[in-house]
């Protein structure tokens, strides 16, 4: 099983901006599609940007025009720069992959989860 290390969670402000890496120490990420998902306690995990194998990305709906993917095959890490945030932005989000190359995939179809870094966004 490929294992993802998360992190750049934290406290932010309405309006703020944060970072969040996934890195593997195992396989390299280049060679996957990479998605972020968030859950919410009580709620499904949903998914909110993805990178495939030859860079193509997804963006949700809900974080189009605030938050950009990104991929540094020199460091093995995928970036997902969240700016504007938002209460409801509020998650624990987690790296994942299906093995496979394409964007986006359903939670369902994930094979692999990072441990998930988390978002708290009040003022």
């Known amino acids: 099983q490929l294992q993802f290390v998360e992190s750049g969670g934290g406290l932010v402000q309405p309006g703020g901006s944060l970072r969040l890496s996934c890195t593997a120490s195992?396989?390299?990420?280049?060679?996957?599609?990479i998605h972020w998902f968030r859950q919410v306690p009580g709620k499904e995990r949903e998914g909110v940007s993805c990178i495939s194998l030859t860079g193509g990305i997804y963006y949700a709906d809900f974080v189009k025009g605030r938050f950009t993917i990104s991929r540094d095959n020199s460091k093995n890490t995928v970036y997902l720069q969240m700016n504007s945030l938002k209460p409801e932005d509020a998650a624990t989000y987690y790296c994942?992959?299906?093995?496979?190359?394409?964007?986006?995939?359903?939670?369902?179809?994930?094979?692999?989860w990072g441990q998930g870094t988390q978002i708290t966004v009040s003022s």
């Open positions: 195992r396989f390299t990420l280049k060679d996957y599609a």
């Open positions: 994942a992959t299906n093995n496979l190359y394409s964007c986006p995939f359903p939670v369902g179809s994930v094979t692999s």
